[in-house]
């Protein structure tokens, strides 16, 4: 019993770490935002999607929340929900940022930034309607 007991508790913390390891593991880039990002999803399942790293405002009279990853260690940045950090993005103290806008709980819009092969910041749209745009928003 007590040999039992020792291997289901090993086998619940392998279960657990597993569940957080996997957190940390997902990676925002353009494929998985495209993949992922739907209209109509309900808080928690965006955070099943994306994770919970993520800060909070209130926008539009809804809610706000951004995504984002930081290319270098150590770098700092201020995670601002009133603007793009283009410069951050440019300079590469930032890969990506993502805010999600939701209305009632659930997500009605997608803004993805990130560096493009041509050095620029550009932007992934997903609108309410479910129509996208992908253009570039900087010099």
């Known amino acids: 019993m007590k040999k039992l007991l020792t291997t289901c508790l090993g086998f619940v913390v392998i279960i657990v770490f597993s569940s957080c390891a ?3 593991s997902k990676t925002l880039d353009i494929d998985f935002i ?3 990002a739907e209209i109509g999803l309900s808080m928690s399942e965006v955070e099943l999607a994306f994770g919970k790293n993520y800060i909070s405002g209130e926008a539009d009279g809804g809610k ?3 995504y984002d990853t930081t290319n270098k260690e150590g770098a700092h940045y201020e995670r601002r929900l009133e603007a ?25 819009m997608y803004s993805f930034f990130y560096k ?4 620029k ?19």
Request: hydrophobic residues 40%; charged residues 30%; proline residues 4%.
């Open 22 to 24: 996997g957190e940390s």
């Open 34 to 36: 495209k993949e992922k």
């Open 64 to 66: 706000l929340w951004l």
């Open 84 to 108: 793009v950090a283009h410069e951050d993005i440019i300079d590469g103290n930032v890969v990506n940022q993502l805010f999600i806008n939701f209305q009632k709980e659930k997500a009605i």
């Open 116 to 119: 493009g092969d041509d050095g």
């Open 121 to 139: 910041v550009w932007e992934f749209v997903l609108n309410p309607d479910k129509s996208t745009i992908e253009i570039p928003v900087s010099q």
